[in-house]
């Protein structure tokens, strides 16, 4: 971001919808200068907490889902997580069938269709796959029982609406959403959805892998006594960008380059870290009151997000969990959670959770499974839909999907951002319309730079 007399308060208010002020969103956002008014920083008397086994709560975590009549799904968005989601749904158990597709591009849609045939002897006819900002729409009305959202985040707050406007079972991936206004959207319909009984799982793996289930058991059993802190990271090289193509619009160019874009993808401490958000505050019974973080854009090469983030998040007893992110080639990488207990230690390096002591003997391993958690997501929402069990992991998800939202707005400010701050916020990324063409939105891009604002 160039040096200018913004205010801090005009960054993150700013009626420019890109950008730095389209990173942050157009609309209000009160001040996170000062002390933070987000719960009670000192924290609790350090090592007294009270334990106290919670309920479990979990679906059947069955190796195939059980039969039943055929449950039809609709794809919408038919890119790389689309296209495996359709496939892991389809090995989740018997009588299950894709019947309808959606995208923006035709060719996403081809190629999707393409593979169902090829690798599922499923023929979804012409009439059943829509193509345009308006496609989930008809994929929803296509007489499905099961709608799969896996566009890029920006839209999946609007197609959630949607799906359980009209009762449809959903599975979403995760982001659930960019910005809080699409969060705010997504609880609302998900106490919908709930309130109508319809199952809702997203894309979180974590909660349905059986080696993270069973070490989450162990510690429900005291085996590390009371969580005091935790670390998260996810560091890894870059994922991938899409050079500009002449025969691409602006818009076109965007949402096929969409993990590089804020407005699309929510920067990848949302898009991709939200999963080791999310076990903390599936372990640690809650989410953070406050964050203070940092980050950086040092080799993306298209967008305007950063490349690495490091945030402190605090709860309001005091504990603290330090999360950390980078998407940068030729770096240590580290995908993994510890959780310092006043017993023992819960880690899941090498993506083998486990139990330890200070000294590093291991104390208990969680097994695992041969199934992959990619396909035991779809077996669980299909068990739970045949057996109507209830389950709805939709506000769960959006909830941890703010915390990483707050830890971004740290990061792009260089300020102490609260919790409350971020659910009263009206942030909101992006265009109110979507239509494919020249936008003028990379000349406005503007790359945030934190601390230059009061």
């Known amino acids: 971001m160039s040096n200018n007399n913004l205010s801090r308060r005009k960054f993150l208010t700013g009626a420019a919808a890109v950008g730095a002020a389209g990173a942050m969103g157009v609309g209000t956002f009160t001040s996170c200068a000062g002390g933070g008014g987000g719960g009670n920083s000192s924290g609790a008397a350090a090592g007294v907490f009270d334990y106290k086994k919670r309920e479990l709560n979990l679906p059947p975590m069955l190796d195939i889902a059980p039969d039943g009549p055929v449950l039809k799904a609709g794809i919408i968005g038919c890119g790389g997580r689309g296209s495996g989601a359709a496939i892991n749904f389809l090995d989740a158990g018997p009588s299950l069938s894709v019947v309808a597709l959606g995208d923006v591009f035709q060719d996403r849609v081809d190629s999707l269709r393409n593979k169902l045939q090829k690798e599922k002897g499923i023929e979804v006819p012409a009439e059943k796959c829509f193509v345009g900002f308006d496609a989930f729409e008809k994929v929803i009305d296509a007489g499905v029982d099961i709608v799969i959202l896996a566009t890029p985040p920006k839209f999946r707050a609007e197609h959630f609406e949607a799906a359980v406007k009209a009762r449809k079972h959903v599975f979403m991936e995760k982001p659930l959403a960019v910005d809080p206004a699409g969060i705010r959207q997504i609880i609302t319909a998900a106490k919908m959805a709930e309130s109508q009984g319809l199952k809702v799982v997203t894309g979180t793996q974590r909660r349905h892998e059986h ?78 009151v406050k964050a203070v973080g940092f980050g950086s854009r040092q080799r993306r090469v298209t967008g305007d997000q950063y490349d690495n983030f490091s945030v402190d998040f605090v709860y309001e007893d005091g504990r603290q969990v330090h999360s950390m992110c980078r998407q940068i080639n030729g770096c240590a990488n580290a995908v993994y959670e510890i959780f310092h207990g006043t017993k023992a230690i819960a880690t899941t390096v090498g993506h083998k959770p486990q139990i330890v002591d200070a000294a590093g003997n291991q104390l208990f391993v969680a097994e695992g499974s041969e199934t992959s958690p990619y396909v035991q997501e779809h077996i669980n929402l299909v068990t739970c839909i045949r057996q109507n069990i209830p389950f709805n992991e939709a506000e769960q998800t959006a909830i941890s999907n703010m915390v990483a939202i707050m830890g971004r707005i740290s990061a792009y400010t260089g300020k102490e951002v609260t919790f409350d701050e971020m659910m009263n916020s009206d942030l909101k990324l992006g265009p109110e319309k979507f239509i494919m063409g020249n936008l003028g939105y990379m000349d406005k891009a503007q790359i945030p730079v934190p601390g230059i604002l009061e």
Request: aromatic share 16%; charged share 20%.
């Open 211 to 288: 080696s993270y289930v069973n070490l989450w058991k162990e510690i429900n059993n005291n085996a590390i006594g009371q969580i005091i802190s935790a670390n998260v990271y996810w560091n890894q090289g870059k994922l991938w960008h899409r050079d500009k193509n002449a025969s691409w619009s602006e818009m076109e160019w965007m949402i096929r380059d969409w993990v590089n874009w804020t407005w699309l993808s929510g920067d990848h401490i949302v898009e991709q870290h939200v999963h080791n958000i999310d076990v903390a505050s599936w372990f640690m019974e809650g989410h953070p």
